[in-house]
């Protein structure tokens, strides 16, 4: 049996509001996959998608209580899943946080509610970590070991629910 990690060093993860990084190049993210309505129909649609955007992995697909309900209000269950993608061609922050929403729309993700109502959200991408291209530039050429960039977790989304754990976990030490 073959161990595999991501390469996730809990112990050197960097912080940073997604705001400062919109205009950095994106190579690789962690993302949080999230339906409480027909998720058997939109997580595959949402995966096909991903997969078309890179090389993906994918931790396994748990139904989860939703973290906001209460006795008061009950709210749907949410089927979530991890996904570890590479992209085929990196892109800016920006760009892939707009494309992102894009896939929402094409999984009939509709954001208007009216108030008291409970969301149908038929696909919810979240963006967890990234991985930024590394610049070369004359300092690190020389380097016989080119520095890898570490991964970066997305402040707006840090601590990490429970179930993102379990993905991130997942992704990040694999058997094969
Ligand atoms: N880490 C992130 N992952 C995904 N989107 C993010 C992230 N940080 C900021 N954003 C931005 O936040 C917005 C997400 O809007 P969206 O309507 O999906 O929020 P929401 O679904 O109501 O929030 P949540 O996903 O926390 O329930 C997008 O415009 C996106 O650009
Ligand atoms: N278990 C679970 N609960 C949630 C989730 C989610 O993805 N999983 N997403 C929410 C809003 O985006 C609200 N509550």
């Known amino acids: 049996m073959h161990k595999t990690s991501m390469d996730l060093n809990m112990a050197t993860l960097t912080q940073c509001a997604p705001e400062i ?11 949080a996959l999230g339906s409480n309505y027909q998720a058997e129909k939109y997580l595959p649609i949402a995966r096909e998608s991903l997969a078309a955007l890179g090389e993906i992995r994918l931790s396994t697909a748990f139904q989860n209580p939703d973290f906001t309900a209460t006795l008061e209000q009950p709210k749907p ?12 061609t990196p892109m800016s922050l920006q760009q892939l946080q707009q494309t992102f929403k894009t896939l929402e729309g094409n999984c009939n993700r509709h954001r208007q509610v009216e108030p008291n109502q409970v969301r149908r959200v038929t696909m919810d991408i979240d963006i967890l970590m990234i991985k930024l291209a590394t610049i070369e530039n004359s300092l690190s050429k020389g380097l016989t070991s080119k520095s890898i960039s570490d991964w970066i977790v997305m402040a707006n989304r840090y601590p990490f629910k429970a179930h993102e754990i379990v993905g991130i976990e997942e992704l990040t030490t694999f058997t094969d």
């Open 21 to 31: 990084l919109q205009a950095q190049s994106v190579v690789e993210a962690v993302l």
């Open 77 to 88: 269950d949410y089927t979530n899943q991890c996904v570890h993608l590479v992209l085929n």
